[in-house]
């Protein structure tokens, strides 16, 4: 079974950085997108960053040129590493890994129901 822990986290003041990491377990051949959302109080989940399996990676707008996502595949594990620099108060919530089915096709990057794997999720307070 495919099963994604994440790490990092915690507070930091506005302009801060923060660093999250997720290491998925499980897969096979590597053959999955993976990507951040994030859920503020009182707010719907939103993705945040996406990465495919060719390491393509696509980020909302409104954390584009201030977070970085990284990837790192070690059979047998993959970590997934999400840079946030510049923090706002508003990239505050809970931030999920998640992962969809190896050779998925995908199509909506940003549609949680997308994807079958999930992490518990880490909360990031700026």
């Known amino acids: 079974d495919v099963q994604l822990v994440e790490s990092g986290g915690g507070s930091a003041q506005a302009g801060g950085t923060l660093t999250l990491s997720c290491v998925a377990s499980?897969?096979?051949?590597?053959?999955?997108?993976m990507t951040w959302f994030r859920q503020a109080p009182g707010k719907e989940r939103e993705g945040v960053v996406t990465?495919?399996?060719?390491?393509?990676?696509?980020?909302a707008d409104f954390v584009q040129g201030r977070f970085s996502i990284s990837k790192d595949v070690a059979d047998p594990d993959t970590t997934l590493t999400l840079q946030m620099n510049s923090l706002k108060p508003e990239d505050t919530g809970i931030y999920y890994c998640?992962?969809?089915?190896?050779?998925?096709?995908?199509?909506?990057?940003?549609?949680?129901?997308?994807?079958?794997?999930w992490g518990q999720g880490t909360q990031v307070t700026v």
């Open positions: 998640a992962g969809s089915l190896e050779w998925q096709v995908i199509h909506s990057i940003w549609d949680s129901n997308e994807y079958a794997y």
């Open positions: 990465i495919d399996q060719y390491g393509v990676t696509t980020y």
């Open positions: 499980g897969y096979t051949y590597n053959r999955q997108r």
